[in-house]
């Protein structure tokens, strides 16, 4: 007699929406990291590209913070946390899945979205800097600011609130439900003590990038770099606008609820939006430019070689 596995089934058309914009994400940084490491195989061909690529382990850090974002907000899809995507691994318990929630509360408030957050401040304030020491330091100057939310999110998480007099919804990390083939499913949930720390984070990081563009803007004369420095801007600013507002209105309602799943699809896709904006002006576009700036270098030098030669 055969076991027939069971059919794997997604929860909801949000979860759903969830998956596929993470894998537009992942195959975008994948991208980005091409792009990354080719001009950092051009610039040992062409000397000239070398200023360019100066920040090149800071770009390529906030890309890797952005693509364990993403692949972090598979965690709180059940889906993900069930048998049969692993068929040759144990099965969870549920009392596991409640530990990989409070994971991802903490890897996600804590150390990825904040990471890759500082990281896009660090090369708005660096980028009219022509100073290649921060390259290395860039890294640990983006760490050094990321600890702070990080031990928050930690205590938050692992602290004993269970010897405190404090309501389960400011502190509960997940939530046992019945899907609906009435089995038993745990969906995390962001509590809202560590909400409510990342809220202070965004608000201060919000005023640090409005004032670090407010001074490149100042400082460049480039047209086309100002309107990708507005750009950046607006989309960080609203994007951090939205998070903040969506995540205080999923406290509102109950985890097994659809307006919930709303909510924290809104709040994904704020989060998508700005880190999506961040690759592609930070990353992309300028990566993009430098290597076509370094092969039009090369063409126009090797204009008089040819001349040379012909007349020789």
């Given amino acids: 007699m055969y076991l027939i596995p069971p059919v794997p089934y997604i929860d909801s058309a949000l979860d759903l929406a969830t998956i596929a914009l993470v894998s537009a994400l992942l195959i975008l940084s994948l991208l980005s990291f091409f792009l ?8 040992r061909i062409s000397h000239q590209l070398l200023h360019f690529n100066s920040l090149w382990t800071v770009r390529l850090l906030l890309v890797l913070f952005i ?3 993403a692949v972090n907000e598979l965690l709180r899809i059940p889906f993900f946390r069930r048998r049969y995507p692993y068929p040759f691994l144990p099965s ?42 921060y390259n290395v330091w860039g890294v640990i100057i983006v760490f050094s600011f990321c600890l702070p939310i990080l031990f928050l999110q930690l205590f938050f998480t692992f602290s004993p609130w269970g010897e405190l007099p404090i309501p389960a919804f400011l502190r509960r990390s997940f939530a046992h439900v019945r899907d609906g083939y ?13 909400t409510l720390a990342f809220c202070a984070f965004a608000i201060v990081y919000a005023l640090c990038f409005l004032l670090s563009c407010w001074r ?25 606008l939205v998070e903040l507002l969506f995540l205080g209105i999923s406290v509102l309602f109950s985890p097994a609820d659809t307006l919930y799943g709303g909510a924290v699809l809104a709040v994904f896709l704020s989060v998508l939006c700005c880190a999506v904006m961040g690759e592609g002006i930070l990353v992309i576009w300028p990566i993009s ?21 012909v007349e020789g």
């Fill in 36 to 43: 990354i490491f080719h001009l950092r195989l051009k610039c």
């Fill in 67 to 69: 693509s364990l974002w």
């Fill in 92 to 133: 969870l318990s549920l009392s596991q899945q409640a530990d990989l929630c409070r994971l991802y509360v903490v890897l996600s408030l804590g150390l990825y979205e904040p990471g890759f957050l500082v990281t896009l401040l660090f090369l708005v304030n660096v980028s009219v800097n022509k100073n290649r020491k």
């Fill in 182 to 194: 009435g089995n038993d499913a745990v969906l995390c949930v962001l509590p809202l003590v560590n």
């Fill in 216 to 240: 490149v803007v100042s400082l460049v004369i480039n047209k086309g770099l100002r309107v990708r420095i507005y750009a950046l801007a607006a989309a960080v600013l609203f994007s951090l």
């Fill in 289 to 309: 430019e430098a290597i076509s700036a370094g092969d039009d270098f090369c063409r126009w030098n090797s204009i008089p070689e040819k001349q040379a030669a």
